[in-house]
C-alpha cells in the first residue's frame, strides 16, 4: 500500500511565505510525475504545480514567478514553496504522484489528505 503524508500548512499573512512538503512511503517501484493541487471553497480542484521524475516543471498561471516545486527522488518527496502569498492562495493543498507499486509494477495514482494553507492578515 502506498501513501501521501503533506505536511507544512498553516495561516499566513498576505506576502508571507510557507513550505509545503509531501513524502511517498510504501511498496513503490518508480515515482513518475508528482504535483500540487488546490481547492478553495466552493471552488473546483485546480492544477497549481507538476514536476516530472527528470525535474522538468510546469505551473498554473495563477502561481508562475511565486510558487516553486522541487523534488528529491532519494527521499521521494515534493515539495511546495509558495512566496508572495495573496488570499486567493486560500484553498487546501493536495499532493499527487504517479507511480508503479510492487510487486506487479501496476501503475497508479495517488492523493494525498490534504493540508489547509489560509492566507489572511
Known amino acids: 500500500q502506498v501513501q501521501l503524508v503533506e505536511s507544512g500548512g498553516g495561516l499566513v499573512q498576505p506576502g508571507g511565505s510557507l513550505r509545503l512538503s509531501c513524502a511517498a512511503s510504501g511498496s513503490i517501484f518508480s515515482l513518475n510525475t508528482m504535483g500540487w493541487y488546490r481547492q478553495a471553497p466552493g471552488k473546483q480542484r485546480e492544477l497549481v504545480a507538476t514536476?516530472?521524475?527528470?525535474?522538468?516543471?510546469d505551473y498554473a498561471d495563477s502561481v508562475k514567478g511565486r510558487f516553486t516545486i522541487s523534488r528529491d527522488n532519494a527521499k521521494t518527496t515534493v515539495y511546495l514553496q509558495m512566496n508572495s502569498l495573496k488570499p486567493e492562495d486560500t484553498a487546501v493543498y493536495y499532493c499527487?504522484?504517479?507511480?508503479?507499486?510492487?510487486?506487479?509494477?501496476?501503475?497508479?495514482?495517488?492523493w494525498g489528505q490534504g493540508a489547509l494553507v489560509t492566507v489572511s492578515s
Open positions: 499527487n504522484a504517479g507511480l508503479q507499486v510492487l510487486p506487479d509494477y501496476k501503475y497508479v495514482e495517488v
Open positions: 514536476i516530472a521524475h527528470g525535474g522538468s516543471t
